[in-house]
């Protein structure tokens, strides 16, 4: 089954802003294999998070992932107009795969 | 640079095969973990398969298990999705991804262009 995220989120520059997604004990609850993804229209997903709280090189500190007990959490910080765009959480599960979230839409305001 | 470009996709009827085929360069490919992630029109992402580094271990989603075949030549740094009994639902954006030396880790650093499947009589 997909994780749970909310389907949309929005904010207003400068403020900051959790995207929640919530699993189970099959995945999230299971796993430090926690990676989040930014999607824009038309382009590929780009990695911001993996192992619950590591940023790949390049991308920004206003990202930053945490977990507790089944939900995982992105936060974006002083929130930008280029933030705008669909975020994934994914994780690891115990059935040997890999699930992902339904995506939420972060609108800037 | 890390490029990874998919071929094959196009238009099939239900219940026929179609195989896509990424093409890697750039890093070495026999070091990463290869997945394909779909995206339907209008829905989100959808995690489809894995093969590990050295081709020996593959895992599925339960919504293509048994219909899907994901396989790797590290002798051409080639990935594979072979699928057969297409449905409707197929219907999307193929990816081809890399992933890392951990097979079943999320951390996907690298997608493909993308490439279209449309599954219509």
């Known amino acids: 089954s997909a994780l749970t995220q909310p389907a949309s989120v929005s904010g207003s520059p400068g403020q900051s802003l959790t995207i929640s997604c919530t699993g189970t004990s099959g995945d999230i609850g299971a796993s430090n294999f926690i990676s989040w993804f930014q999607h824009y229209p038309g382009r590929a997903p780009r990695l911001i998070i993996y192992?619950?709280?590591a940023r790949p090189s390049g991308v920004s500190f206003r990202f930053s992932g945490s977990k507790s007990g089944y939900t995982a959490s992105l936060t974006i910080s002083a929130l930008q107009a280029e933030d705008e765009a669909v975020y994934y959480c994914?994780?690891?599960?115990?059935?040997?795969?890999?699930?992902f979230g339904g995506g939420t839409k972060l609108t800037v305001l | 640079q890390v490029q990874l470009v998919e071929s094959g996709g196009g238009v099939v009827q239900p219940g026929r095969s179609l195989r896509l085929s990424c093409a890697a360069s750039g890093f070495s490919f026999n070091k990463y973990a290869m997945h394909w992630v779909r995206q339907a029109p209008g829905k989100g992402l959808e995690w489809v398969a894995v093969v590990s580094f050295d081709g020996s271990d593959k895992y599925y989603a339960d919504s293509v298990k048994g219909r899907f075949s994901i396989s790797r030549d590290n002798s051409e740094n080639r990935s594979y999705l072979q699928m057969n009994s297409l449905r409707g639902e197929d219907t999307a954006v193929y990816y081809c991804?890399?992933?890392?030396?951990?097979?079943?880790?999320?951390?996907?650093?690298?997608w493909g262009q993308g490439a279209l499947v449309t599954v219509s009589s």
């Open positions: 994914t994780s690891y599960s115990t059935s040997n795969s890999v699930v």
């Open positions: 192992d619950v709280t």
């Open positions: 991804t890399r992933g890392v030396i951990i097979t079943l880790s999320p951390e996907i650093d690298f």
